[in-house]
């Protein structure tokens, strides 16, 4: 890109939205959602494929669980023209635009879901899926437990205090010691906002790197619900 260039649009270009209807996917393992006992819900980090992000984390299968990925709407070569396909939830470039339409794909496949209210729920965001699950909860989502895994929260939450529900009894950060792109002084600021707010964070720092680690959610989990 030429860096003279105003981006995102040049001077004197019109931008002229459309609404447009566009098919959505999701995967899941485990229990099928509306027969499990306990749901979880991972939104995946940039450029990564759902089916193969669960497929990363099968160990938490098992006890009447169903674990669900919904994928981001912008689809892509990682490398190149062919090969690996990932997503993204979102770039700069109408920026707005893309959190509402992701927002209402969330809570309209949430919806369809039709998930009773007596069933366990955990929403776990990874990398860049963390803003999202974030904006997500402030949108009014209503989970249990959150887990933000390897990422930032959204920068809005620095102007002003999200209105999350009720509901949710934990929220925990994970930032692997090696994390290649997590800064633990964000991190670190991140759980301290969310403990002046009142919320019960925990903050892990396992041994590891930018992933998602079935073995850290899963001692999460159990800890959950051995304090049942």
């Known amino acids: 890109m030429d860096p003279k260039l105003k981006y995102p649009l040049p001077e004197n270009i019109s931008e002229h939205p459309i609404e447009i209807t566009k098919k959505a996917r999701w995967f899941h393992t485990g229990e099928n959602p509306s027969e499990a006992c306990e749901v979880i819900v991972v939104l995946h980090g ?3 494929h759902p089916a193969y992000m669960l497929n990363g984390i099968r160990e938490l299968e098992g006890g009447g669980r169903s674990i669900c990925a919904p994928e981001g709407l912008s689809r892509f070569y990682v490398n190149g023209f062919d090969g690996k396909i990932g997503a993204s939830w979102m770039t700069s470039d109408d920026r707005a ?9 969330l809570n309209k496949w949430w ?8 069933v366990s729920v955990t929403l776990i965001g990874f990398s860049q899926g963390v803003a999202t699950a974030a ?9 249990d437990k959150v887990i933000f895994a390897s990422g930032t929260l959204p920068t809005e939450w620095n102007q002003e205090e999200p209105n999350l529900d009720k509901r949710i009894s934990e929220i925990h950060l994970i930032r692997p010691i090696d994390d290649e792109y997590g800064s633990l002084d964000v991190h670190e600021k991140e759980v301290d906002m969310l403990k002046q707010w ?4 925990t903050s892990h720092k396992p041994n590891g790197t930018h992933k998602l680690s079935a073995a850290v959610i899963n001692k999460i989990l159990r800890e959950k619900n051995q304090n049942l």
């Open 46 to 48: 940039y450029g990564q």
């Open 97 to 105: 635009s893309e959190i509402h339409d992701h927002l209402s794909y």
């Open 111 to 118: 919806t369809s879901l039709n998930i009773e209210d007596s």
């Open 135 to 143: 904006r997500w909860l402030n949108h009014g989502m209503k989970v």
């Open 198 to 201: 009142g919320h019960n964070v």
